[in-house]
């Protein structure tokens, strides 16, 4: 179902809300939020409480902070304590102070201190991604107990396709049970026996998101147990919480190639005011960078009144320098994002885009020259008697605009990266913008050269 043929008021609409999916129920809930927090709660206390969960549980949720604390203190309380404590960290994370400090004093001391736990790790790593509600057992058990543990706890943990075994003494990882091998296995067999073989995948508490989605991606893992320096398990990232974490960070990466600071929020939930503050700023950066095109034009304004014909050629010139710089700052940021370049491999990276920059400026002055000769031989334009030159002109700065263009938007994410700023930062429109200025340089400085003593 559609939630747009779900009524609009919450008193309407409970009736209709027990057989619809939970993400169904969590979009719903989220477009009554926007017009005030009281009447999604309201919503939210008529279903039953295991979708209650679900439905805080979803990350479509965008507001559930606001939400849970419309509700009151005790049903609050006891669905924050049902939640897993890796989403209850989300939604904290997501709430502003006041927010926070209220469901805070709602909170069982149990999940209280696990949140404040997460919320001590950084942004963006495993153990701000990770939940502390795994399957465990001891290492002295047997399959059946392991089984029978399942049965009995697997309802409250983030997963059950992976069951950690802990050693008896300290209770560091001693392996990884998955669930297909428990359930073929004898009920007598024991428990360790059982686990993989070999060395652990695991990652650090403080491993960066981007690498843990790379581990996962890497080891066809559903989890991936996150441990201390003495293998201790502190908890697990599962992949869904990867996929979730990443579709947001692309999300974000995306808005700022486009030029502008990220929104943070869907589209259609970001007020007016945001918006225009959140796009106007490198918008008008990005407009004072054109301004100086304007005055590198002034600058040349004596050889453009003497080759008028050199002004037919100034889109020509900024759009491929543009172009090519976008190009290699694309490839360069997913790359950086992929984990296929370090920041020690941009010599490595000009090495390339050099001569590839060469190759690519030939091959569009071939075309612009070409064009010019065939334009002149037909009859279409008459470019003057010093044609020929107009087009070495053209040719030539073709091939010095794109080889600066690629090795401009190659380098720069590896300057932002060495400034510890985001290399997505350096969007196609800001690439675009510098090289429209170098590239005037560049064109109206070879056509000095080439031209002087004829048409200059």
């Known amino acids: 179902m559609n939630i747009n043929s779900i009524p609009r008021r919450a008193a309407n609409a409970a009736r209709f809300l027990g057989t619809i999916t939970p993400v169904t129920v969590a979009e719903y809930v989220e477009r009554l939020n926007t017009t005030g927090a009281n009447e999604a709660a309201t919503v939210l206390l008529s279903l039953p409480e295991r979708k209650a969960v679900r439905i805080l549980s979803m990350p479509e949720l965008e ?48 999940t209280a201190r696990a949140v404040t736990h997460l919320l001590d790790y950084p942004p963006r790593t495993a153990g701000a991604m990770m939940t502390t509600e795994f399957l465990s057992v001891p290492s002295n058990w047997t399959a059946a107990e392991t089984l029978a543990h399942v049965r009995e706890v697997g309802h409250s943990r983030e997963t059950v396709y992976a069951i950690y075994v802990l050693d008896d003494a300290d209770r560091h990882l001693a392996g990884v049970v998955t669930l297909r091998r428990l359930i073929a296995a004898e009920p007598d067999d024991p428990i360790l026996s059982l686990s993989q073989r070999g060395a652990m995948v695991c990652a650090s508490p403080l491993m960066p998101q981007e690498d843990v989605a790379r581990l996962i991606r890497k080891h066809d893992l559903l989890a991936l147990p996150v441990t201390d320096a003495s293998d201790r398990v502190l908890g697990i990232v599962t992949v869904d919480d990867v996929i979730d974490t990443m579709i947001a960070d692309t999300t974000e990466d995306a808005q700022k190639f486009g030029g502008m600071e990220a929104l943070g929020k869907p589209y259609m939930q970001i007020g007016l005011l945001d918006m225009i503050r959140k796009r106007a700023g490198w918008l008008s950066a990005l407009f004072l960078g054109e301004m100086l095109t304007a005055s590198a034009m002034q600058h040349f304004e004596g050889e453009l009144e003497k080759a008028v014909v050199l002004t037919l050629f ?65 009859g279409l334009y008459d470019y003057g008697p010093h044609w020929l030159l107009v087009g070495l002109t053209v040719f030539s700065a073709l091939v010095g605009i794109v080889t600066f263009g690629s090795m401009a938007g190659s380098m720069l994410p590896f300057l932002l990266q060495r400034l ?5 930062s350096a969007s196609a429109p800001f690439v675009a913008t510098l090289v429209d200025v170098s590239g005037l340089v560049i064109y109206f400085s070879v056509a000095v050269v080439i031209l002087s003593g004829t048409l200059l």
């Open 63 to 110: 507001n559930a902070a606001a939400i849970l604390a419309a509700l009151p203190s005790a049903r609050s309380s006891h669905l924050l304590k049902l939640v897993a404590n890796d989403r209850v960290t989300d939604i904290f994370q997501s709430a502003d102070f006041a927010t926070r400090a209220t469901l805070f004093a709602r909170l069982d001391p149990e």
């Open 314 to 378: 100034i889109p020509l010139i900024m759009s491929s320098g543009g172009n090519s710089g976008s190009q290699a700052t694309s490839l360069i940021i997913r790359a950086l994002a992929l984990g296929e370049l370090k920041l020690g491999d941009w010599w490595r990276v000009a090495l390339r885009e050099l001569p590839a920059g060469l190759s690519l400026g030939a091959i569009l002055g071939l075309v612009g020259l070409a064009r010019i000769t065939l334009w002149q031989q037909i």
């Open 420 to 424: 510890k700023l985001d290399p997505a």
